[in-house]
Structure formats: structure tokens, C-alpha cells
T-cell receptor, first 111, second 114 residues
Framework: DGGITQSPKYLFRKEGQNVTLSCEQN?????MYWYRQDPGQGLRLIYY???????QKGDIAEGYSVSREKKESFPLTVTSAQKNPTAFYLC??????????FGEGSRLTVL | AQSVTQPDIHITVSEGASLELRCNYS??????LFWYVQSPGQGLQLLLK??????LVQGIKGFEAEFKRSQSSFNLRKPSVHWSDAAEYFC????????????FGPGTRLSVLP
């Protein structure tokens, strides 16, 4: 079955550590996205990529970094510069002109 | 820039009752409109979408939504709620058909009483 796989589902980070969240899709979608979700708020866009080796900042990119070396993969690194990283992170993909397809999410907690 | 409001943070209905979740958007032209559902700790699943044409759209799980341009609304409805419908519902609007332009509302949490 085609879909989006995010890992790990739960992740704990100590202060000052970088962590990387994995996102893999086998839907053959060109575009991929990372969103952050906090309670009571809608989804906020962190980064997006429309083609391999190219990506753009979203609304809240500070403290995050991404890469897009393969069409199928779009990992997100939460750096130590992110002041409040505890959140639920969602990866999504799409073809142009259509809806977003989401992964199951990764919950990051800072200890 | 477009924006989305969902006036109800939390709604509780009895199983079998009808449901309407409100969504209002701000955008000058005809937007792309979506409703997504999220179960706790899960990703979002698309219920339905509106791009153009018939303003009453049918979705999965018995949901429908109506686009009303005059009211800038895209309310979600279901005639008879099931206990499994308890979840969080998000309305989203896109100024274009590019995903990076989609804006999500804050969500409405639905509880269902037996």
C-alpha cells in the first residue's frame, strides 16, 4: 500500500541536542511538507519541497533544517536553536493541484 | 493572505444526532477548501474537498460540506453521528492548488455521547 511513513513515533530529546525525524513516501509525489502541531492551534508549515534538491522555508522555519536528496525522503532536523521543540510533527506529500496526504506523525518531547 | 476560523473549539453530540461543524474563511477569490479528520495521536485524513463546481460536496464516512460564497463558509455536516466519529476536525483553505499555500484552522474537537 502506498503511503507516508514517519519515524520514530515518539522521540525524547535532551536540551542542546539535535534530533532528526524521518519521512518516507512511496506515493511518487513531487512535493513534501513538514508541519508542526501544538494543542489548540492549526498546523503550521515548517518547510516544504517541490522537487529534489530544492526546499523552501515555511512560516516557522527557525531552528529547523531539512534535506531532499531523494524524491521519496524528506527528513527534518530539529536543532538546539529551536527554543520550544516539544510538539507533534506531521509530514505530508502531494501532487500539484491536489490535497495533502499525511503521515502518522512523530511526537517530540524535550526532557 | 487567507485565514480560517473554526468558531467551536469543542462540540459534544449524542450518538445518532446530526452534526454541523462550522468553518469560515477569509480570501478574496474562490479558494480551495478541505476538511480533514484526526484521531488522537494520528495523522490527518482527508474527508472531502472543494475546488469548483457543485457547491455541495460529498465525502467519506457519510460527511458532506457546502460551500457558501456569500457567507465565506464551508460547513461540515453529517446526518447521524457514530461513536467512531469522535476526533478532531480541521478545515483548511488554499489560495492556490499548491500545498504550501494551505492554511489550517485551529480545529474542532468532537465528542460523542453514547
Amino acid at each position: 500500500d502506498g503511503g507516508i511513513t514517519q519515524s520514530p513515533k515518539y522521540l525524547f530529546r535532551k536540551e542542546g541536542q539535535n534530533v532528526t525525524l524521518s519521512c518516507e513516501q512511496n506515493l511518487n509525489h513531487d512535493a513534501m511538507y513538514w508541519y508542526r502541531q501544538d494543542p489548540g492551534q492549526g498546523l503550521r508549515l515548517i518547510y516544504y519541497s517541490q522537487i529534489v534538491n530544492d526546499f523552501q522555508k515555511g512560516d516557522i522555519a527557525e531552528g529547523y533544517s531539512v534535506s531532499r536528496e531523494k524524491k521519496e525522503s524528506f527528513p527534518l532536523t530539529v536543532t538546539s536553536a529551536q527554543k520550544n521543540p516539544t510538539a507533534f510533527y506531521l509530514c505530508a506529500s502531494s501532487i500539484t493541484g491536489s490535497e495533502l496526504f499525511f503521515g502518522e506523525g512523530s511526537r517530540l518531547t524535550v526532557l | 493572505a487567507q485565514s480560517v476560523t473554526q468558531p467551536d473549539i469543542h462540540i459534544t453530540v449524542s450518538e445518532g444526532a446530526s452534526l454541523e461543524l462550522r468553518c469560515n474563511y477569509s480570501y478574496g477569490a474562490t479558494p480551495y477548501l478541505f476538511w480533514y479528520v484526526q484521531s488522537p495521536g494520528q495523522g490527518l485524513q482527508l474527508l472531502l474537498k472543494y475546488f469548483s463546481g457543485d457547491t455541495l460536496v460529498q465525502g467519506i464516512k457519510g460527511f458532506e460540506a457546502e460551500f457558501k460564497r456569500s457567507q465565506s463558509s464551508f460547513n461540515l455536516r453529517k446526518p447521524s453521528v457514530h461513536w467512531s466519529d469522535a476526533a478532531e476536525y480541521f478545515c483548511a483553505v488554499g489560495a492556490t492548488n499548491y500545498g504550501q499555500n494551505f492554511v489550517f484552522g485551529p480545529g474542532t474537537r468532537l465528542s460523542v455521547l453514547p
